[in-house]
């Protein structure tokens, strides 16, 4: 009878915990609005504080990455997911988008290649290969930091940001997921026959892409036609099957979620041929749109306050003490801006603030950091150096964001201080001839 009111009060403890964390993030939420502080480090921070707390009464020995695993993957899924959605293929915006795809590739292939010959250099237990697939998370842009941070921007820089940032996350798991595919792709590369590699990731991501429009378009003509209430959960159960079973089959699992959100936020571009307008039923395909957005917002944000607040829980702080650490970290660091400068004044010009700052590391590097498999991890690289990048970058962006915001108050008031005069005008009268 004890152990069950003992069990029945660590339940309870279990749901007070789980939504004070809930209720801290939206606070943080609010908090970051206002100041520019990304809620991602408040959440770090705050799991830091637990582990102390934990430390303190002798839970500290419980293993939370079996839970962070799952975590992640959902929140892997619901990232892309969300960024497909938001993402509009219209002609008027063919421009920004290729540019921004543009810059977004490049910065993270360049960003890559640096990143792994530091690596490389600092750590000579990595190989060629092993040093890319560490290099590749700490050159991801984090759209879930960037997105709320640029709300306040010009709209051309705001949707720049957007774009930017949720190429970087879908290109860099792309990127992440041809490097670990399989043994072969990997040994091929090292042993000088990354074209073999190339073509077998190639081959790959074309029936990946195949198999999901197909089944995209399947999920979207089968669920209009469902009435219950209960359908949205219903196709997010669906996504993690496909996504599930996509990667027992050994597929891009995550291009299955990238088109099917593509698709349905699209409906109008790719329902376009006649055949397809006539199954097609507008209305209540609009509806699923409409209500999984939501819930892809709502999933993501409960997804990422568990994640990051369980992140700090793990991380050691006693990493970040070492000279090593410290030296490989703000060569990354530097190699980032530095290769983002050169980028943006070849593409974008001179008016490259805060741009240029808002180049955060954050959700995506952690989640790919431990999907990394067992049998390429290498044991001499320090996980100080993620956490190190990511609070960094975050707080470069911060500083930028803010100096940002008072530079336009500042033009804002002296605009207001300095009115421009008018006078009363008018036509002057032609005298009458004698």
Known sequence: MLFLMFDAMETY??????????????????????????????????????????????????????????????????????????????????????????????????????????LQYFIPEMTSTTAWLYATPLSILSSAIIIPSVTGLKENKKEF?????????????????????????AEAAEAGGAGSGLAAFALNVFLTIFLSLVASYLIVLIFQNIKGHTKLFLLIGVLLLLYAVGKKAHLSSLIIILIFGLLIANMKLFFKPAFLQKLLKHESAEHIYEGLHVITMETAFVVRTFFFVIFGLTISLASLASMKVAMISALIIASIYIIRFVILRIFVGNDIVPQLYIAPRGLITILLFYAIPEEL??????????????????????????????????????????PVGFEKWTAPRLEEKA
Do not use: C
């Not at 774009?163 to 990127?175: A, K, R, V």
């Not at 991890?377 to 320090?382: D, K, T």
């Open 377 to 418: 991890q290498v044991a001499a690289f320090e996980p100080g150096i993620l956490l190190f990048i990511i609070i960094t970058t975050s707080l470069i962006m911060t500083g930028a964001m803010i100096y940002d915001k008072k530079r336009a108050g500042k033009s804002v008031k002296q605009a207001t201080d300095n």
């Open 161 to 185: 940001h957007i774009y930017e940032s949720t190429f970087s996350d879908i290109m860099g798991i792309m990127l992440f997921y041809f490097l670990t595919g399989n043994a072969e792709i």
């Open 13 to 118: 403890s279990l749901i007070i915990e789980a939504s004070v964390i809930i209720i801290l993030s939206f606070v943080f939420g609010e908090i970051s609005r206002k100041t520019n502080i990304p809620s991602v480090l408040m959440l770090i921070i705050l799991g830091i504080g637990l582990k102390f707390a934990l430390d303190a009464v002798g839970g500290g020995e419980i293993d939370f990455f079996p839970v962070l695993q799952l975590l992640g993957t959902i929140g892997l899924i619901m990232i892309v997911l969300e960024a497909a959605l938001e993402l509009e293929l219209k002609r008027e915006k063919a421009v920004p988008i290729a540019k921004a795809m543009g810059i977004a590739l490049i910065g993270l292939l360049l960003s890559t290649w640096i990143a792994a010959i530091i």
